[in-house]
């Protein structure tokens, strides 16, 4: 199947910072990628749509302006943590579809804010 | 927008039992569901999937079963082994969302030896 690979695995960060999370899509185009968030014992909750060369469509809820998305070329998605903060600390996924409908996800990453 | 239930929220069985997790989603119109395993810090993995179109599909000791009118559709292990306990969420998408996937609460399967 498609890969998706997902950089970095793990991050610790202190309080106030921000965190870069990149999702590429290795072996085919993605103009759509999406971005989970899992907190622990819980389910992905959908977070943002990634659009290859336009703005992402957020879902409700998650503030467009701490969570930075920029899709700007078709294997590349990047999602910034900004002014990171504890409860922030989570397990960050994102996924990209090839031509099949079947969704692919990355390794994800694991965010802690200290 | 679609909302996805499922239950239960734990399931543990005995090595060799079947094991049944049902889901309900609220949007007729979404039309693809996907089931994955996930294990503990990894990325979820599909394990089977089905379409609308289709009310049954069986792969080795796993089915999927999809009830259109009712909105519901169920995941059946059998002849469950101590390698299947995990945490296995459900899904619903729209094709036309090119995979935008909206997930049940998941359920952790415990097999016990």
């Known amino acids: 199947g498609a890969v998706v690979s997902q950089h970095p695995s793990r991050v610790i960060c202190k309080s106030g910072t921000s965190v870069k999370i990149e999702c590429r899509s290795l072996d085919f185009q993605a103009t759509t990628m999406f971005w989970y968030r899992q907190f622990p014992k819980q389910s992905l909750m959908l977070m943002a749509t990634?659009?290859?060369?336009?703005?992402?469509?957020?879902e409700q809820g998650v503030e467009k302006d701490k969570f930075l998305i920029n899709h700007a070329s078709l294997t590349l998605s990047t999602l910034t943590v900004t002014s990171a903060h504890p409860e922030d600390s989570s397990f960050y996924i994102c996924?990209?579809?090839?031509?099949?409908?079947?969704?692919?996800f990355g390794q994800g990453t694991r965010l802690t804010v200290v | 927008g679609e909302n996805v239930e499922q239950h239960p929220s734990t399931l543990s069985v005995q090595e060799g039992d079947s094991a049944v997790i049902k889901c309900t989603y609220s949007?007729?119109?979404?039309?693809?569901f996907p089931w994955y395993k996930q294990e503990l810090g990894k990325r979820p993995q599909l394990i089977i999937d089905?379409?609308?179109?289709?009310g049954e599909k069986k792969d080795q000791r796993i089915a999927v079963t999809l009830n259109k009118t009712a909105k519901h559709f169920s995941l059946h292990i059998t002849e469950t082994q101590p390698e299947d306990s995990a945490v296995y969420f459900c899904?619903?998408?729209?094709?036309?969302?090119?995979?935008?996937?909206?997930f049940g609460q998941g359920t952790e399967l415990s097999v016990k030896p």
């Open positions: 949007d007729s119109a979404s039309n693809y």
């Open positions: 996924s990209a579809n090839s031509l099949s409908t079947e969704a692919f």
């Open positions: 990634s659009n290859e060369g336009s703005k992402a469509t957020y």
């Open positions: 089905i379409r609308s179109n289709v």
């Open positions: 899904a619903a998408s729209l094709n036309n969302q090119g995979g935008k996937l909206i």
